[in-house]
């Protein structure tokens, strides 16, 4: 009786399952100590991200805002509006930003600064808006009031100076282009503002448009021309609204400035220092945070080493402890189990007493002790069994290859064509009877379909189309017989169609020997025609070439008058252009003329200037005032000259032109006699040419003729070709009856009336034809076609081209009726007649 060790009162899966219990305990504890300091690491890092996320995106919001400021100055500065959109949609996209880094900080102070920095951002966006609003309003001023006024008062002034010097009072003339310059210059001054936008530039042009007014105000008081005065008090009030709506712009300039370059410059000062303040606190927090996660990381690793390092410890003694109470009694097993598969059968089986599972083990290995002493008793009595059904498999394996060699040989004779042979059923009973009365049975269906089918086609070689398989089948054989007797009648079907057939191409042979022999007779006549055609178009052409040579002659005489004609054409047009070059220098002596007499109009209106200018100087412009009389009495002396200047210049125009106009009046003269020739000659030349291309129209028929009879002469060789065709397929007619004649077929059976022949082969009209083609000689034969008639044609017409029916029809209409009906009786007569595409080609030239 074997004792139980300590170990061997437990199971083994208890034993494995508390020592990896005790090491998956102290794993699980070295886990959450892992677990629990790596999410204490991950919230720091994942603040560390944020902070740092926030501190860029911030970073970003700056740069982004510097360049807004950069393009709202730039704006600011050149109104351009293609800069809104781009601002305002970088301002929407700041807002958000802002916004949403705002949501994403957690400290209160930087979250207090993100608060602020968006009410400095929106407040920017506001006077940025506003910005825009100040700069379309002055841009309005300018564009709808300022220049309108600055432009309507210089046209006013400049109408002034106009009308002053036409009235010959040159002072006011001189005054207003005093006023005028003053007003171009407070102008210049309010562009100048514009561009530079200063104080300066706009107190100067208050300065000049003030002088401008002072100047323009006494100056309606020395015109007497009620126009001119109204034109110069509209000036002084569109120069007043002129101030009125530069004040108006300066004001809104200003306004703009102080926007952009005071409220809205602090506004972003203020944003930037936030921005500064925010950053500098999210570095200090994520140092902050960065000590903090090193502090735990450090702690977290030195108390991870010794609890690994205990648990392996532990491991190795637990696994040390099972691998000994589980090894030891599976190695003395493993030695038992190797002399039971010696076949030792008396060996003990160790650790019986066990209650773990190599106990259940041992106990199953004496069972299996057990079993292979039964085991072996039990094989001899199953040896000796065996070896009984052996023999008798044995057995049973020579009947079934013996009837497997009948069979074989059946069915090799039959292959080979000898259907006498059967299986003998002696000595054969059940499944192996059943299935040698079966191939049995096939073979003799077999025989008799292969016999009905030869006495078929037999009787088929031997021209009989009567006989038929008449013994009942069933399935494939069935089809089989279906098919045989289906083609026999078929066969017998078509083979009436093919004499119905042959008797149609005789008959129509015989058609188209008679048409042929009546188409050689009219193709003589016509021929006959053709030749005097030709000889009656020789003498035409003749005839028209002498009228051609007599026009040429007549067209050379009118080209040497059309030439002359010409020449005295030349001559006029040559005397009527000096003319106008004399009448051309006139106008440019008197343009010239029309410049010198400005010259002293500027002249004398430089002088008048000038004793203004030495009036205004006092005793020290008398010697200047004095020189300037002179110039003025010089200027107007020229003025004088010119215009008697320009009298005889004018005088001398109106001459040259009455001389224009009368050589232009011979000239119309020649030019109507030189047309009337040219049109001459003209009608000539074509009256030439009209001849020539008679001759050639006439030449032109005269080959067309030509080929006309030469064709008719192919048609009459091809007309005999024809006939000696008809006659031999009338023969070749007579020969396939001969061969259809072999066969013998019921008529009584329908062959060659029914349905299969018409839809099939289009056999169906052949009785008809016939009939046609019988009475169609005593017809076609009753009269001889009459003479071709000559046809009238264009001198110019070309021939018609080979094988067009419509020539053909055109001019031997009334010669064709008799050979059109021949040919419609004969189409309707034979259907199914078929010729190559050489015939087609023969029949559409003739």
């Not at 945070?289 to 532990?314: K, W």
């Not at 069915?411 to 299986?423: T, Y």
């Not at 200027?635 to 106009?661: C, P």
């Amino acid at each position: 009786m074997q004792n139980a060790s300590f170990a061997g009162r437990f199971k083994v899966g208890t034993r494995i399952q508390v020592g990896f219990l005790l090491i998956l305990a102290l794993l699980v504890l070295v886990a959450a100590l892992g677990v629990r300091s790596l999410s204490t690491v991950e919230d720091g890092f994942t603040r560390y991200a944020t902070i740092s996320d926030g501190s860029l995106r911030l970073s970003d919001v700056d740069g982004s805002v510097s360049d807004m400021r950069r393009n709202a100055v730039n704006y600011s500065f050149s109104g351009n509006s293609a800069l809104i959109a781009p601002i305002q949609a970088q301002q929407k996209k700041l807002g958000d930003m802002l916004r949403s880094i705002r949501d994403a900080t957690q400290d209160p102070g930087r979250r207090a600064n993100l608060e602020a920095m968006i009410r400095q951002f929106d407040s920017y966006t506001a006077n940025f808006a506003q910005l825009v609003k100040l700069r379309e309003q002055r841009d309005r001023l300018v564009a709808d009031e300022l220049v309108p006024a600055g432009l309507k008062a210089r046209e006013g002034l400049s109408r002034a100076i106009a009308a002053g010097i036409a009235a010959g009072d040159f002072e006011t003339a001189a005054r207003a282009g005093q006023a005028q310059e003053m007003l171009v210059l407070a102008r210049l001054s309010a562009q100048r503002f514009l561009t530079d936008q200063t104080a300066k530039s706009a107190d100067e042009t208050r300065g000049r448009l003030d002088a401008f007014l002072k100047a323009a105000g006494p100056l309606s008081a020395r015109i007497a021309d009620p126009v001119q005065k109204r034109d110069v008090e509209e000036t002084v009030q569109l120069s007043t609204r002129y101030l009125d709506s530069f004040n108006r712009v300066v004001a809104a300039v200003n306004d703009a400035q102080t926007l952009a370059f005071r409220v809205m410059t602090g506004e972003a000062e203020e944003f930037a220092t936030l921005v500064e303040k925010t950053i500098a606190s999210q570095a200090e927090a994520r140092g902050a945070v960065l000590s903090s996660s090193q502090s735990d990381m450090e702690n977290t690793r030195s108390l991870l080493i010794g609890m690994a390092v205990g648990a392996f410890a532990i491991g190795i003694l637990v696994a040390l402890v099972t691998a000994r109470s589980i090894v030891r009694p599976v190695v003395q097993m493993t030695g038992t189990m190797t002399e039971l598969a010696a076949g030792n059968l008396t060996v003990d089986v160790p650790a019986l007493a066990n209650r773990d599972e190599i106990g259940s083990m041992a106990k199953a290995v004496l069972v299996f002790k057990e079993n292979a002493i039964e085991k072996k008793r039990m094989d001899e009595a199953e040896r000796e069994r065996l070896e009984t059904e052996r023999r008798a498999a044995e057995a049973q394996r020579a009947r079934e290859q013996a009837i497997g060699e009948e069979i074989a040989t059946l069915i090799d004779a039959v292959s080979k064509g000898d259907l006498e042979r059967r299986i003998d059923l002696a000595g054969k009973d059940g499944f192996y009877r059943t299935m040698s009365e079966g191939i049995n049975r096939l073979t003799d269906t077999v025989e008799a379909v292969i016999a009905d089918l030869g006495e078929v086609l037999s009787a088929l070689a031997q021209g009989d189309l009567n006989r038929r398989v008449t013994r009942d089948y069933q399935g494939a054989f069935e089809r089989v017989k279906t098919d045989v007797n289906t083609t026999s009648t078929r066969l017998g079907e078509i083979v009436g169609q093919i004499t119905q057939a042959a008797e149609t191409i005789a008959a129509a042979a015989a058609e188209v020997s008679l048409g042929s022999s009546d188409l050689a007779d009219r193709t003589e006549q016509q021929a006959s025609s053709l030749e005097e055609t030709a000889a009656s178009m020789e003498e035409l052409g003749a005839t028209v070439r002498s009228n051609a040579e007599n026009a040429q002659r007549a067209n050379v005489m009118a080209a040497q008058a059309r030439g002359s004609a010409e020449s005295g054409g030349g001559v006029a047009g040559s005397a009527i252009e000096a003319m106008r070059r004399i009448e051309e220098s006139s106008r440019k002596i008197t343009d010239i003329i029309g410049v010198i007499d400005e010259i002293a109009f500027q002249t004398n209106l430089l002088a008048l200037n000038a004793a203004v200018e030495a009036a205004r100087a006092g005793d020290a412009g008398r010697g200047f005032a004095v020189v300037a009389q002179e110039v003025r009495q010089l200027a107007q002396r020229s003025a004088q000259a010119s215009k008697e200047i320009k009298g005889l210049i004018l005088d001398s125009d109106a001459q040259v032109k009455d001389g224009v106009d009368l050589v232009s009046k011979a000239g119309d003269a020649l030019q109507g006699i030189v047309s009337g020739v040219q049109q001459v000659a003209t009608l000539i030349a074509e009256m030439a040419s009209a001849s020539a291309e008679q001759a050639t129209a006439l030449d032109e028929i005269n080959s067309t003729v030509a080929n006309m009879d030469e064709m008719t002469q192919k048609n009459a060789a091809l007309v005999e070709e024809t006939t000696a065709a008809a006659q031999a397929m009338s023969g070749q007619a007579g020969d396939l009856k001969s061969l259809v004649g072999f066969f013998k077929f019921d008529q009584a059976a329908g062959f060659g009336s029914t349905g299969f022949g018409a839809t099939g082969f289009g056999y169906a009209p052949a009785p008809r034809a016939i009939a046609a083609v019988q009475a169609a000689p005593a017809v076609t034969t009753t009269r001889r076609a009459p003479a071709p008639t000559r046809a009238t044609a264009k001198p110019a017409a070309k021939p018609a081209a080979r094988g067009n029916g419509t020539a053909h029809a055109t001019s031997t209409a009334k010669p064709a009726t008799r050979a059109d009906s021949s040919t419609r009786t004969t189409a309707a007569a034979v259907p199914v007649l078929k010729h190559s595409s050489s015939d087609d080609d023969d029949w559409k030239e003739f």
